[in-house]
């Protein structure tokens, strides 16, 4: 029976970690003596459906999650968001759980409410605050804030404030470090996962300043060194907890998407008005989120969401209270969308790799309350600007405040098995690859209906 670490960098990217992986000592040994790889998400590649893709090898048409928050069946404005308590699927910890194994979870999105499991849990960034029940046992919190003080869940990571943003983004991650060598030192397990929001934070309110590609990076600006500076601190992290695990004890490094610059926004709701799919009533002002305004749903045919990706919801008589499309014409009028949106061009009229999906296109399984189409505008270069009003269809600037990064396709995979420590470079490894790798390492029957292969099996 081997023991399991996995820490888990949100948002981590190849192109720093493995293309600058001599600045990080103790990432490098991980790399030196096990295996890595771009590490593929999954659609859509959004924190959440991610890491639970990872922890319960389910898509998330399997899991019925496309995002952080869901539209409840039948109407226009009224959401669900997709809380720990929402998963139904099998994870890692409960699967171990069951053959009287124990888990040890730190920030594992999503884990608020903290849900039952033979183990220790403490909660993640969509915790409301401190000041609710965040850990599993209950009595686990009042034993961390007695040596940590209040858990600090997450950041305000899109203001303009970066000093102060610096700062609290390494007191968050100093605190998590320390809890975590805590509950490895002091609590039983056989599984343990740690996931650090920090990463992902970090890229969103300071990948200009880094990134000598992105259209507003400035050569010697105040934050050019604020990312590998963040990425240096968390590898001295992960090398004080290493020194902590038994000798046998295996170890991963994963992320659950990369990350890219931001082109812009793309005005999605505006573009649906200016097509006719869309009929607003009176002026809007500049900024407004659709869920404000007041549409002409007798004279609406769609809507969307905006994000890192887009969903697209078309307004179908006898689905939606006030649905304007026949339901023997959906798929007409999903296709027709479907064309237009992908023949959309960028601001210059340069052609954009922007791919609109039916959901079951992508899926084997679709479950839950998904959209009628899932929209990654340019590959996922261009934000979807759900807002509107504004002057132009094309936004330079994220409309919901400063976030100058994308969500990208491949984030990272590293494995190191203490029993066979040769160097692999793979070319490529599924994030639903994981659950099925531990659960083969711990010695443990993979469930048939799992998706993914278990990397240590791989020559």
């Known amino acids: ?26 990432i490098n040994r991980l790399i030196g003596r096990g295996t890595h790889a771009p590490f593929r998400s999954i659609h859509p590649p959004i924190t959440i459906p991610a890491w639970m893709a990872m922890a319960t090898g389910k898509d998330a ?29 099998p994870a890692i910890w409960d699967i171990i759980g069951e053959k009287g194994l124990r888990s040890c979870l730190v920030s594992v999105p999503p884990s608020y409410p903290p849900m039952p499991l033979n183990g220790e849990r403490v909660s993640c960034f969509m915790t409301p605050g401190p000041e609710k029940d965040y850990t599993y046992p209950a009595s686990l919190k009042a034993e961390i804030e007695g040596k940590f003080g209040p858990f600090i869940f997450d950041v305000k990571f899109r203001t303009e404030d970066r000093d102060k943003l610096k700062e609290d983004l390494f007191r968050m991650t100093e605190q998590h470090i320390e809890v975590v060598k805590y509950l490895i030192k002091e609590k039983p397990w056989q599984f343990f996962m740690y996931v650090e929001i ?16 992105h259209r507003g990076y400035t ?6 060194n604020v990312i590998m500076d963040y990425y240096r601190f968390i590898d001295k992290g992960i090398g004080q907890m290493l020194d902590l695990l038994a000798d046998d004890t295996v170890v991963f490094v994963v992320s659950d998407h990369g990350v890219k610059p931001m082109k812009g926004a793309f005005c999605v709701n505006q573009w649906l008005v200016e097509k006719g799919y869309l009929s607003v009533k009176g002026p809007v002002k500049e900024g ?5 305004l007041e549409i002409d749903w007798k004279n609406t045919k769609a809507w969307a969401w905006g994000g890192y990706y887009s969903r697209v919801f078309l307004n179908v008589k006898g689905r939606e209270k006030q649905g ?9 009028w999903r296709d027709k969308l479907k064309k237009e949106i992908e023949a959309i061009k960028g601001p210059a009229g340069e052609p ?15 479950k839950g309350d998904y959209p009628d189409l899932m929209v990654y505008f340019d590959d996922l270069s261009w934000r979807a600007a759900g807002t509107m009003g504004h002057k132009s269809m094309y936004l330079s600037e994220n409309d919901t405040g400063p976030d100058d990064a994308m969500h990208d396709w ?43 292969r278990s990397v240590a099996k791989v020559g």
């Open 352 to 366: 954009l790799e922007t791919k609109a999906y039916r959901p079951e296109e992508l899926y084997g399984t679709v």
């Open 219 to 224: 050569p010697g600006n105040k934050y050019e």
């Open 61 to 89: 048409g399997e899991q019925g999650i496309y995002g952080f928050r869901h539209r409840k069946p039948g109407t226009y404005n009224d959401m669900w968001l997709s809380m720990a308590d929402r998963f139904k699927e």
């Open 410 to 452: 491949d984030g990272i995979f590293i494995m190191y098995d203490p029993a066979d420590p040769s160097p692999r470079e793979l070319k490529s490894v599924s994030i639903l690859d994981l659950a099925p790798t531990v659960l083969d390492l711990m010695g443990l029957q993979v469930p048939a209906g799992m998706k993914g």
């Open 288 to 292: 407004t989120s659709i869920e404000e």
């Open 324 to 332: 304007t499309i026949m339901p023997f014409r959906y798929e007409a």
């Open 1 to 26: 029976m081997k023991k399991v670490f996995v820490i888990g960098l949100d948002c981590a990217a190849p192109g720093i970690v493995f293309d600058n992986r001599n600045e990080f000592p103790n």
């Open 198 to 213: 920090g990463v992902d934070r970090v890229h969103h309110a300071f990948w200009k300043f880094f990134d000598k590609e």
